[in-house]
T-cell receptor, first 111, second 115 residues
Framework: DQQVKQNSPSLSVQEGRISILNCDYT??????FLWYKKYPAEGPTFLIS???IKDKNEDGRFTVFLNKSAKHLSLHIVPSQPGDSAVYFC??????????WGAGTKLIIKP | KAGVTQTPRYLIKTRGQQVTLSCSPI?????VSWYQQTPGQGLQFLFE???????NKGNFPGRFSGRQFSNSRSEMNVSTLELGDSALYLC??????????????FGPGTRLTVL
């Protein structure tokens, strides 16, 4: 069963606009959520995280929102830049400190 | 500080063969995790090693095994390769002790193709 789901395989956004990437989860015991970004031929790199006791975390152009009642989190990128084009993975951390990953969303920023 | 390195970067094998992949973590990192990435499946956790001991294991068959050496370098072995084993294998290192999350740093991966 997929505990973390990213239902949009890809997303295309105009440069300068807001990019919103969504992630749903089923395990209510996740303590932590993370977003990683992956460029082709490179390993994923950490982007931003949020603790389950918070509903928002902001870091520059990146903001992650957590809605625990809906078991939903989203990553907002404002404004979107060409260098943001990448695959974005969300992951939940379970009680064993193991990361459970979504399938990823490919973000394409159009000039 | 050097990042996580993985060797080889690309590998082509045939069904039934076995393969060994290598990962050198960031200096000072004692935790090494292995993941399998296939299109549409995200990263599937294989196992994690900490101080030469397997601490966590994902839902993969026994054909997948690993080990960690005293210098924290880790190897992953897949025996009796199947076509479905074709994937990108990623290694990640962290400082992680049991406790709050420590960021994982990923290597570039080994692309395994099974013919």
């Amino acid at each position: 069963d997929q505990q973390v789901k990213q239902n949009s395989p890809s997303l295309s956004v105009q440069e300068g606009r807001i990019s919103i990437l969504n992630c749903d989860y089923t395990n209510s015991m996740f303590d932590y959520f993370l977003w990683y970004k992956k460029y082709p031929a490179e390993g994923p790199t950490f982007l931003i995280s949020i603790s389950s006791i918070k509903d928002k975390n902001e870091d520059g152009r990146f903001t992650v929102f957590l809605n625990k009642s809906a078991k939903h989190l989203s990553l907002h990128i404002v404004p979107s830049q060409p260098g943001d084009s990448a695959v974005y993975f969300c992951a939940g951390m379970d009680s064993n400190y193991q990361l459970i990953w979504g399938a990823g969303t490919k973000l394409i920023i159009k000039p | 500080k050097a990042g996580v390195t993985q060797t080889p970067r690309y590998l082509i094998k045939t069904r039934g063969q076995q393969v060994t992949l290598s990962c050198s973590p960031i200096s000072g990192h004692r935790s090494v995790s292995w993941y399998q990435q296939t299109p549409g499946q995200g990263l599937q956790f294989l196992f994690e090693y900490f101080s030469e001991t397997q601490r966590n294991k994902g839902n993969f068959p026994g054909r997948f095994s690993g080990r960690q050496f005293s210098n924290s370098r880790s190897e992953m072995n897949v025996s009796t390769l199947e076509l479905g084993d074709s994937a990108l294998y990623l290694c990640a290192s962290s400082l992680r002790q049991q406790g709050p999350y420590n960021e994982q740093f990923f290597g570039p991966g080994t692309r395994l193709t099974v013919l």
